[in-house]
């Protein structure tokens, strides 16, 4: 078994900067996503020029009434509002739906390009990231990271041209006002900065608290009984409101901080409209200013200050997203070790090419996409050693030869490197140094897919896929017709306990298969590595849970499914390991003895002392089921 | 939750100054453009009339040195501004503040009570409940009533507020014009409140997709080997893509309810505006309306729109919130564990019908309840190195919803000291009868006969919390804590001694173990820590259990995970201890069952054997049927060297 990872489960590291090198490459991703990056620019420019027209509107309109009274065109100004309202509305509305395609196709396209490298990658890298934290980042990481894409788009590029456009007009109306009220955007910007960056630790704060309150209540849950016979109540819930009252401390932080910061933001635009009332009133008295420009002014540098905070935020934002651009664009830059070589591609290149030329259906089943001979006589170990990326040497300079029709046990301590060698066999991992053989040609040489395709593999705890019983059966070969599953599911005794299930073969296995018992999904899983028709069979023995009318179902089911293959067992069951072409007894990566039952056993080594104490424990807890079983 | 009321009030007067001093800020702006800078005799060639002002702001204005003096000092503005902003921002602060401490001390005090209320609800209630529901209901339903308080309730007092203040001052400054600025509100807000009932709907269901496109990756990627042993690449990835897409297409119909939304919302808004305007420039070029007040019109107008197009989301938001807190509640009725024991040990309402103990007075009751028993009476009891002497009468138990009794007509008597071992396959009552030891169920439902009796006292009489305390139980899969090996020993005596922790850990064989670890006994076990296999975790249970040093032991198959070398020297440490507690054992091995004073074998709920090893080896039956195999394994072993 693979040693276990230590992974940082810190979902958001503070980044002291904002890494330009991350989102270029994240912004040339969505520039991928047809044009909508651009189209979003287009729009955001458009609305903003549109939302900051409104006050040259309102001017035209005040400063025609004060010169032309009653004389003013009225109906023109309304039909002006009108057509600016319609427009604003429409721009609003090619904005949101730009930026939302932008967002979701891009969350769509990361996520699958995400999933389809995951099916490539080799599993050391399964054993250094779990599950769970690969699912985060196919979903939250996804929608967050094209979030920001599209509304950090809208929100730097809608509010930055807005702030400019607004500054030109301010400076054209009037310079000397214009320079007044951006005066105070410098002292504004760092104050925003400052504010944000905290207001956004805090929230992190917040957050990480939260997920061990969650932390804490599933554990309290699931050990409810030791606490109450442990009399912990009290102690569990002094320590529980430790913990809350950290959150509660973190929240009202962060709650302050807010409410602190945008009153600040408001009284910088009040301040900025009273001078300009100020100045602008005094170039009134002198004719300097028309009263609408000063009117215009006036609401200007009150609403000049909120899309400068949405700017701030936003990068805040960015810079606390940061780390999930870099786990997501991360994933996506990961090449896989194990995979074709570029000699073995034009192999396989070459090879269809002459399948087209030839179409002879009969010569190429013999031959494997890559050229070489489909059928696999022998499996050879030579010289293998292996370990883990971390950690010390599995497999010490290994040599075994398994022939088709053979059966290989392998028995031993947990930790000794049986499932390593099953692994390696399956080339899901490949040795460290030293080859695997396959008819006397490295398995490297050979085309990874195609391989791989030819291994038939039950595990310990057999995973079935949400669907039906044949649904599952037929995973081992698609286009299997419903005759050929029955067939297999016949032929491994799978077929009279699933026509006692209620809708026979068509029924749903539910979650992980279980709403089936272990030894079912084992024969299940079974009937599935026979239709596949496999020529290397790996299988990795559950150790209990199964009743013994079951595992003589199993063992006939078994008998079906090596014939004529090249098997490795993984064996605990006592029956498997007496039926074997040869046990081999693992211990610290090296073979400590081979051969059959009865000359292990003879030879009173260490098989003899497995079997003396790990199998005898296994007849005990049988007498104990067939007694609940009369 | 009550005494977040008066912060509540508090924040709603800060709120109402904020908002009222917020709305002096344009006003002030008014006045001085009304009366200092409109009526500048340089502006005289302008054509806007002059206007009565009405009396307050006339004394106001004297006050201040008459229009004359306004136009040379026109700072004032600047400073009245300013300064009004400040104080609304002060005031707004303060309401920020109290309103957090409001609402994030009710989901404080919800989760706290939750929690609580958790761990005194009986095993029974925790057998047929769904874990991964309970924690959303402590965590994502405070979270929404959370919300709720701190945003929307602020939301709906500010919507109050202005309609309260700013609207008699609109009136107050011209009626017409604020009935033509509040034309399209209505219409606006019955439209919003239907958008935010859809977008929930869509929201569930994209919630739904989400669920399937997650549980397909998390189905992919834990039976990865069996996608590689088949080659199934590319049917994996054309089966994750159906809901992929469809979540996309579900985001993306959501997006356009968004900017339909959105851009309507805009648009009317901005066409009142335009309407407001319109219609104030006509008036002020008939004279009926002043250049200030058409000013004040406007900003109040900006900020009036404001609440209106976030109502839509508020009465969305109260739906979800009363379902959450509804949800809670539910939980929170649930009635807890009796603490005080029954008056008569037959009545059905001592678990059943009982109305819940209210969850504060539970919460008081607690540390009361629970009386400094761990280490007081183990020492106690331990010192006589006597244990506990436990007789059990006719007893007859049935679980809730069962037809057949678990356990009937049990009779054993358990001297201090004395160990007693018990097998039987699964399902024939052991475990209920260790459950029912510990107090987990009570012996008190209908058809439920026969006593227990420890030390000479009736089980039901004694509270929970000290049956618990004087028992130290070992289950099956036990369940450690996300602590340090040292906090997970400790568990049961706090105050237990290094040396007592180091001895107990040697007897349970993870000594070794634990100083093998970086860290040694401060090593974390679980997410952030270390992964202990089964047989360390029995171990680590067992020295838990030792460190307690209770007169009374319970060992639930708890050495089943662990190898039969380690199982040998568990039980000769044990056997050293033999007599310092009454140990009851059920085990499933011949090894274990050898140390054991006494054997009872257990089928289908009764006793059908008892006596010592060597008594039932003599008899017919399971206990014959184990000993038996043994011996045959000796014998083929024999037979294979034989004849080779």
Known sequence: MPPPAAISHQEDEFRANLDAGLWIKVFKRALRVRNYLLLLLFAAIVTSLIESSLVFLIRWAIDGAVEHGTAAPFALYAAAFATYSLAFGTSV???????????????HDIRLEGFQ???????SYYDTHPIGWLISRLTSDCDRLARIIAWGTRNIAADFFYVVIVSFALLWMNWQLGLIVIAALPPFAVISIWFQRRMLRSARDVRRYNSQIIANYSESIQGVRTTKTLVREQQNLTEFQGLTGRMFAASVLNARQNAFYFPIVTTLGAFASGLALWRGGYLVFTDALSLGTLVAFVQFAGHFFHPLNDIARMLAEMQAAQAAGERVMGLLATEPKIKDSAEVETRIKNEKLKIKNESEADAVAAVAPDGHSARIGAVEFRNVTFHYETGPDVLTDFNLTVRTGQTIALVGASGGGKSTIVSLVCRFYEPTSGAILVDGLDYRERSLLWFQSQLGIVLQTPHLFQGSVRDNIRYGRLNATDAQVEDAARLVNAHPFIMQLEHGYDTAVGENGNRLSTGQKQLVSFARALLADPQIFVMDEATSSIDTETEQLIQRGLETVLRGRIS???AHRLSTVRTADCILVINKGRIEESGTHAELLAKRGHYYELYTSQFRRELEAEVLERDLAC | MHGQRLRCIIAFICLLLAVGLGYLVPLAGSVALDHAIATAPTLEHAKIPVREISPLLATVLAALGGAENLRAKLWLAVVAMT???IFAGAFSYLKGWLSSLASDGIARDLKDRLYNHLNHLPARYHDRANSGDLVQRCTSDIEIIRQFFAMQIMEIGNALILLLTVLPLMLLLNPWMTLISFLTIPPLLVYSYTHFRNVRRIFKSIEETEGVLTGIVQENLTGIRVVRAFARQDFETRRFEVPNAEFRDKSLRMNFL?????????????????????????WVAHGTLSLGELFAFAAYLVIMLAPVRGMGRVLSDLGKTTIALAR???????????????????????????????????RSNAPTAAPPVHGDAGLETGGTRAGTHLVVRDLRFTHQGMMRPALEGINFEAAPGETIAIIGPSGAGKSTLMHLLLRLYDYNGPGDTGSIRINERELSTIPRKEVRAT?????????LYAKTLRDNLRLGRYDAPQHELENAARDACIHESITGFDHGYDTLIGERGITLSGGQRQRMAIARALVKKPP???????LSAVDSETEALIIRALRRRHGNATTLVIAHRLSTLAHADRVLVLEHGRIVQTGTCAELESREGLYRRLWQLQSNIESELHETSFAA
Not at chain 2, 330 to 353: I, M, N, W, Y
Not at chain 2, 552 to 558: N, P, S, T, V, Y
């Open chain 2, 258 to 282: 968004m900017a339909r939304y959105w851009s309507i919302c805009d648009g009317v808004c901005t066409g009142q505006r335009g309407l407001t305007l319109l219609c104030g420039v006509w």
């Open chain 2, 471 to 479: 028992t130290g139980v070992v289950m099956q899969e036990p369940f």
């Open chain 1, 568 to 570: 490795f067992v993984i």
């Open chain 2, 328 to 362: 809670i509640g539910e939980v929170l009725a649930q009635p807890v564990e009796a603490d005080d024991a029954p008056r008569s040990t037959g009545s059905q309402t001592g678990s059943d019908g009982q109305t819940p103990a209210s969850p504060a007075t539970t």
């Open chain 1, 117 to 123: 490298r995951l099916q490539e990658l080799e599993f």
């Open chain 1, 93 to 107: 509305w090619f904005f949101i739906r730009i930026s939302g395609n932008l967002a979701h196709r891009l969350a």
């Open chain 2, 83 to 85: 300064g009004l902003s």
């Open chain 2, 552 to 558: 009374l032991l319970l060992l639930d198959d708890a």
